[in-house]
């Protein structure tokens, strides 16, 4: 009768290590391809983030060159306005200048904007790029509990590790959708 019950409470417990070792698989399978396909989005944010912040180098370095050519032209009217010569011509020379720097300081406000716009679509794209690498921490971090449920067989640690897979799937789910979910003091941690 011993062997009976002992035979019994075995396969009790094996049914229910197999019930909590299928759920594990499940729960590894979609956190891993969720993980998957956030790490490509992911990827092609830090593309964007890359190429918007080569365009903000480039206009403020065209601002630059504006303001450099503003200046050569600020010095050359003002030695013309303090030259010897005042005949027709030297007035017309400060009217070209006068002309040129009104130009230049016209195409550096443009160009400004252009830049600071730049800037401005790297820090928004960087938020996102945050949340993807707190989605791809998180599901690691459940993927290593599953693991470890596994070998222990601990329900508790099954639906942890459930949780922290859940919040990087909800993390990399609104990152998706642009929903701004900015841990600030997980990022202070992690950055």
Known sequence: ??????????????????KLNSKIAIMVAVSATIMAICNIKDGNIVQAMSQAQAHSIDSWSY??????????????????????????????????????????EKEKGEIKIKAESFEKEYEDLNVFDDQFDMTEAFISIAIAMFGVTALTQKKWLFYFASAVSISGMA???????????????????LG
């Open 1 to 18: 009768m011993n062997d009976l019950t002992d035979t019994i409470q075995e396969s009790i417990e094996h049914s229910k290590e197999s």
């Open 171 to 189: 993390m990399g789910l609104a990152a998706f959708m642009k929903i701004s979910v900015h841990l600030e003091w997980v990022s202070k941690i």
């Open 63 to 104: 601002f630059q060159a504006k303001s450099t050519k503003q200046s050569i032209a600020e010095n050359s009217l003002e030695l013309l306005k303090i030259g010897i010569r005042k005949d027709q011509e030297t007035a017309n020379q400060i009217k070209r200048y006068d002309e040129k720097i009104l130009k230049y």
